[in-house]
């Protein structure tokens, strides 16, 4: 069964700075999907960025980028120029093309001013 | 088309009544989803629909839940003889799911139940 990890229950960092949010999964499937979404507090579910396993670029989308390791089965989230609005709970998920996703458990991200 | 809706939006009723919840999934999306979240946590999976077909029930879920997604448009998912446990919020998402590709996941606001 594929399972997501996301080690790190809650981060801060200062508006402007970068931050990193760490996930690593397992699985036994070659090809893949890999997200990241964002739940700002009291407001729904939105995507923020992903990634297709047999791509070996790392996704970019505006400040935010990807860190895609398959080898290591890691998936970690750089947010760059943080900004207040970033303040939220982000999931990393997992999605192949024949199953459900399953997402991890969460880090709650705060944005200091 | 408005994305997800999910009605009611909270749901406030007492130990042992049922309970229905409604999802309307973007209109084009063969996969709908159906998590439930507690507070700080993340989406645990419950059950999913491709089409009207229903692909797979976690089975950490009770015999109390039911889903349906009659001809493949809405869903609904019923509790029945509500526990407390129960008390959570239920987030509904459709997706276009095709057998190459990333297929984004489009949530509804979620149906917030507190059993009395």
């Known amino acids: 069964a594929q399972t997501v990890t996301q080690s790190q229950p809650e981060m801060s960092v200062q508006e402007a700075e970068t931050v990193t949010l760490s996930c690593t999964y397992d699985?036994?499937?070659?090809?893949?999907?890999l997200f990241w979404y964002k739940q700002p507090p009291s407001r729904q579910m939105i995507l923020v960025i992903r990634?297709?396993?047999?791509?070996?670029q790392n996704a970019t989308e505006n400040r935010f980028s990807v860190n895609f390791q398959k080898a290591a089965k890691s998936f970690s989230l750089k947010i760059s120029d943080s900004q207040l609005g970033d303040t939220a709970m982000y999931f990393c998920?997992?999605?192949?093309?024949?199953?459900?996703?399953?997402f991890g458990p969460g880090t709650s991200l705060s944005v200091i001013p | 088309d408005t994305g997800v809706s999910q009605d009611p939006r909270h749901k406030i009723t007492k130990r042992g009544q049922n309970v229905t919840f409604r999802c309307d999934p973007i209109?084009?999306?063969?996969?709908l989803y159906w998590y439930r979240q507690t507070l700080g946590q993340g989406p645990e999976f419950l059950t999913y629909?491709?089409?009207?077909?229903?692909?797979?029930k976690s089975r950490l879920l009770s015999d109390r839940f039911s889903a349906e997604r009659p001809k493949g448009s809405f869903s609904t998912l019923e509790i029945q003889r509500t526990e407390q446990g129960d008390s959570a919020m239920y987030l509904c998402?459709?997706?276009?799911?095709?057998?190459?590709?990333?297929?984004?996941?489009?949530f509804g606001q979620g149906t917030r139940l507190t059993v009395v």
């Open positions: 998402a459709s997706s276009s799911h095709r057998d190459r590709g990333a297929t984004e996941a489009f």
């Open positions: 699985t036994s499937e070659s090809n893949y999907y």
């Open positions: 990634q297709e396993a047999y791509k070996q």
């Open positions: 998920a997992f999605e192949t093309s024949y199953d459900k996703v399953i």
């Open positions: 209109s084009e999306h063969n996969r």
């Open positions: 629909f491709q089409n009207e077909a229903q692909l797979e």
